[in-house]
Each structure stands twice: as structure tokens, then as C-alpha cells.
């Protein structure tokens, strides 16, 4: 039996696709098993991480387990999620984390996997450590200006990310959950290039068959565009401002291997995510 947390969620929820697509044993924990729709065969539970005996019962009979957390400070869901995990003798943990975690100027929203990988590592089970990079699907929050006609809104600036599409990390997890020799290794996953995005939005466009342009923000504009898109709290807006200029001034460049070594194929491109997902973004 594999656990497999957030599974509603951008990665898990491919994660459950592609395990119960190979015939695996899956378990989806979930705060609300009601509203939850997975594939068939798959079970779906309630957990929620501040709820210790919850936690227990999804971790019954689970040989491996999908390990995530959402944003903000600390390790708290971490923790509660490896002690369960502990406890009921789980094998193997593969931790979603991120890429640059290790590196003090990406700042403190991503510093809390730091922590986080800790825990996994000394958790006495087998571990893999994945850490992407810029999600492909981020670009989902450009939706509606694009719907518009109006410019997409551009936090980054002239700043490459090595852009990935969430289904190629859902596969290598896939894989680490599944298969021997993925023990002890930590995972830096890109897509197949360094783009800006107006990069992206000149794919996009490509793809949608219609002009599209990008703005740059000002900081007031990318604070409002991080309320707005993705819902970030007043609290933890200076902490996402610094990975944002993180990004901006270039130092999300990196490229790797590790997806193709790991699926033995190339990483999709953004242009293979934009058109799998156009329909997002409305018709010409």
C-alpha cells in the first residue's frame, strides 16, 4: 500500500493517477474524503496533520509514502507525518521539496524543507529527496489575463527558471515509490531549458494561435498579483518577495539530468505542458 499525501494537489494527485494507472496499491489521504474524486480502486481517507491519530490510522499497512507539505514556515506537518510513518513502520519516503533550499538567498519560504528533508533522511525508512523546479502550471494564474487579451502579469523580469512540467515530477516519485536503487538520493528536477517568461508567453502564444505580451510588475503590482493568484497571506509576503527575487535576478538558471536519468526520456517542454493544458486559457 502507497500513501500518498496531498493527494488532491497539483503533484499528488498525478501521483495517485500514475500509481493507480500502473495497477499499485493506493491510499489517498485527503482532509475532506468526500469532495476527493480518484481514480477507481483507489481509497481515499481522512488525515490531517494536526490530528496525530488520523495520521496513524492512514499510515496503517503503508510499505511507501508521498511526502509533502504546503507553504509556510516550519516543519511542523513534516514532523507529524514522518513520526506516523515511524510508527507504523513504513519502508520507504519519497519528500517533495524544492530547489534552492540549501541556498540562504531563495529565503525563508523555502527554507522549511531544509527541515523537513532532515526529518525524512533520519527517519530510519529509505528515503528519495525531490527538489523542482518552477512549476509549468504556475503559469495557470496568467489564465485569466490571457482570457482578457490583457499583457500577463510578470514577477521575474528577464529571469530563466529550468521550468517543469508537475507530471514528470509525479513520474519520478512514481518511480522512487515503485522501484529499487533510488535510496539515499536527492533529485534536482528540471524541465529541458532555462526560460523567462516571456519565453513562456511567446510559447504560449505560439500555441494558442494569438498575440500575447508580458508586463513587468512593480513590487506594489507583485505583492497584489501574490495576494490575488496564489492567495498569499500578509504574513508571508516579504518571504515570497525574496524568492521572487530570487528568481528575477537570474539565479534559477540551473538545468539537470536527473529527470531524463531517472525516466530514461528527455523532460517535457513547456510548450508540450501549454498544449496538453490550452484549453485553460480559453480559444481563439
Excluded at 60 to 69: F, K
Excluded at 90 to 96: A, Q
Excluded at 125 to 130: C, D, F, K, N, Q
Amino acid at each position: 500500500m502507497i500513501l500518498v499525501t496531498g493527494a488532491t494537489g497539483t503533484t499528488g494527485s498525478e501521483v495517485v493517477r500514475q500509481l493507480a494507472a500502473r495497477g499499485a496499491k493506493v491510499r489517498a489521504l485527503t482532509r475532506d474524503p468526500d469532495r476527493a474524486r480518484m481514480p477507481a480502486g483507489v481509497e481515499t481517507v481522512r488525515g490531517d496533520y494536526a490530528d496525530q491519530d488520523s495520521l496513524a490510522a492512514a499510515m496503517a499497512g503503508v510499505t511507501a509514502a508521498y511526502v509533502l507539505c504546503p507553504p509556510g514556515p516550519g516543519a511542523a506537518h513534516d514532523r507529524a507525518m514522518v513520526a506516523a510513518a515511524r510508527a507504523a513502520g513504513v519502508r520507504r519516503l519519497v519528500k517533495l521539496s524544492a530547489i534552492g533550499i540549501d541556498d540562504p538567498d531563495t529565503g525563508p519560504t523555502l527554507a522549511w524543507h531544509g527541515e523537513g528533508e532532515r526529518l525524512v533522511r533520519e527517519s530510519g525508512a529509505e528515503w528519495t529527496v525531490l527538489r523542482p523546479s518552477s512549476f509549468a502550471s504556475n503559469t495557470l494564474a496568467w489564465a485569466e489575463a490571457v482570457r482578457r487579451g490583457e499583457p500577463v502579469p510578470n514577477m521575474t523580469a528577464d529571469g530563466p527558471s529550468g521550468v517543469i512540467d508537475p507530471r514528470d515530477i509525479a513520474e519520478v516519485a512514481v518511480r522512487a515509490l515503485l522501484e529499487a536503487g533510488h535510496a539515499g538520493r536527492t533529485y534536482t528536477l528540471t524541465g529541458p531549458a532555462a526560460i523567462t517568461v516571456p519565453d513562456q508567453v511567446a510559447v504560449l502564444a505560439e500555441v494558442l494561435g494569438r498575440p500575447l505580451t508580458a508586463r513587468t510588475l512593480t513590487l506594489d503590482e507583485t505583492r497584489d498579483f501574490l495576494r490575488t493568484a496564489y492567495g498569499i497571506a500578509e504574513s508571508g509576503l516579504e518571504g515570497v518577495l525574496t524568492g521572487v527575487a530570487y528568481l528575477r535576478d537570474g539565479h534559477n538558471a540551473t538545468v539537470t539530468e536527473d529527470v531524463p536519468e531517472v525516466l530514461g526520456r528527455p523532460a517535457r517542454t513547456f510548450k508540450e505542458w501549454a498544449e496538453d493544458h490550452k484549453e485553460a486559457f480559453g480559444t481563439s
